[in-house]
């Protein structure tokens, strides 16, 4: 007699901007884990370049890859069942998947933490204070967020997007697009002894800086990306204390099947978008 194996709807990216939902095994948990039932999944700018495909990745991806900003009600483990959480995990645009305990993060709403746990931290790395002078450039939804947390600590913020004519120096400069030219347009708004922050996700190749005139005007240039898991979960119950309008952040709800148009939906930046998102 064979025991029947549950199964659960994930999507697998099969090929550059190609993806399809399969029947998978839900994952199984280990004895300091948490099996969450995955209410939603945040699609995240810095897996565009891997939704279009570049030479350096493989396919297909494991089924849910690359979903990293889920948030759920866990069902089975070291949790209390019920629990709705964010979790800091890599397979989330399925309709389950496992976490560690102490990366799991209690939420009263839905809340896609580990992208705001990312605002939190580069907030926290550009020491930013009551009157400092701060521009943000790039105005998605990382740089959404990290401007509103530089106004809640006192700070005058410029909001830089393409169009956006700014002139004058800056104590602190946030880039948050991952592109060359919002990165060159950063550099240019630096003060002297200003901090340069980086804070997009330079995945797509090369980058070129104008170095000279970075030790000319002697500034701090911050990689503000956190590896250090810890530092995900502490920023996450930070963010869960925010009493953030979550609703005006997460503008566009798509199914798992249509996975492929949320990544479009990122890409094109249709009017009033923020940041698009899956329910399984």
Known sequence: MTTAIATMAAAVVAAPGEARVERVPVPEVGPHEALVRIEGCGVCASSIPLWEGRPWFSYPLEPGEPGHEGWGIVEAGALEPGTRVALLSHHAFAQYDVAPAEHCVPIDDPLPGEALACAVNVVRRADVKDGTRVAVVGMGFLGTV??????????????????????????????????????????????????????????????????QSWNWRGLDVVNAHERDAAAYVRGMHEAAELDLDVDRLLTHRFPLERLDDAFAAAIERPPGFVKAWVEP
């Open 146 to 211: 990290v401007a509103e947390l530089c106004e809640r600590r006192g700070a005058e913020v410029a909001r830089v997007r393409r169009d956006t004519p700014v002139l004058g120096a800056f104590e602190r400069v946030i880039e948050c697009a991952g592109t060359q030219s919002a990165l060159d347009t950063a550099s240019r708004l630096v003060a002297e002894r200003g901090r340069l922050v980086v804070a997009g996700y330079h995945q797509d190749g090369l980058r070129t800086i104008d170095l």
